[in-house]
């Protein structure tokens, strides 16, 4: 998705729900940071929207949700979210980026730090969070010092942050053979 298309996505998520802000916490958020990205690394069709101040409205983006209209029209669409719906490190509010000025009349986008989002991602460990951490690591727009830093701060059982932690290592270490997949629960 262009930074554009998350403009147009934003904008029609003031429009239905009244709110000003939005926090963007899946892989579109990388565009806070780095709006110019290759599309590779941030092709999902989805942006993962959470209204910010008017939390219970975020259900009113399904207008604009898949299979929608707009969806089918567009060809991409906002994905209604909340803050659980990914595991984050202690103080990831305190570090959401502003989406750069666009074409989105007076809403605001907040995006997740790219560390917070990859260590959400690595978390996660879906085949698709493996493939984009090591893309992000590989195209140097992660530090390894900073992940392992809010690796200790993600609420995660030990067994996970291990797990993380052998995902990490192996994203850095191009000579490392990637940690195998963990199925289920």
Not at 39 to 55: F, G, H, Y
Not at 144 to 166: D, G, N, W
Request: aromatic letters at 6%.
């Amino acid at each position: 998705m262009k930074k554009r298309q998350l403009d147009h996505v934003l904008r029609a998520a003031g429009a239905i729900t009244g709110a000003e802000q939005f926090i963007i916490i899946g892989s579109q958020s990388l565009h806070g940071k780095y709006p110019d990205l290759p599309d590779e690394i941030v092709r999902s069709i989805e942006v993962d929207l959470i209204a910010k101040d008017q939390q219970e409205q975020t259900e009113w983006l399904n207008a604009i949700g898949v299979d929608s209209p707009f969806h089918e029209q567009f060809g991409y669409y906002a994905d209604p979210v909340d803050e659980s719906t990914a595991v984050l490190p202690k103080g990831w509010k305190g570090r959401l980026v502003n989406l750069a000025p666009g074409d989105r009349d007076k809403v605001r986008g907040l995006c997740l730090d790219p560390h917070d989002l990859a260590i959400s991602k690595y978390v996660a460990r879906r085949d698709k969070d493996i493939d984009f951490t090591g893309q992000l690591a590989r195209r140097g727009l992660l530090d390894k010092r900073k992940l392992l830093t809010l690796l200790k701060a993600t609420p995660v059982s030990a067994e996970t942050k291990q797990r993380v932690l052998r995902d990490i290592e192996a994203d850095f270490d191009p000579q490392a053979p990637p940690a195998p997949i963990r199925r289920g629960p």
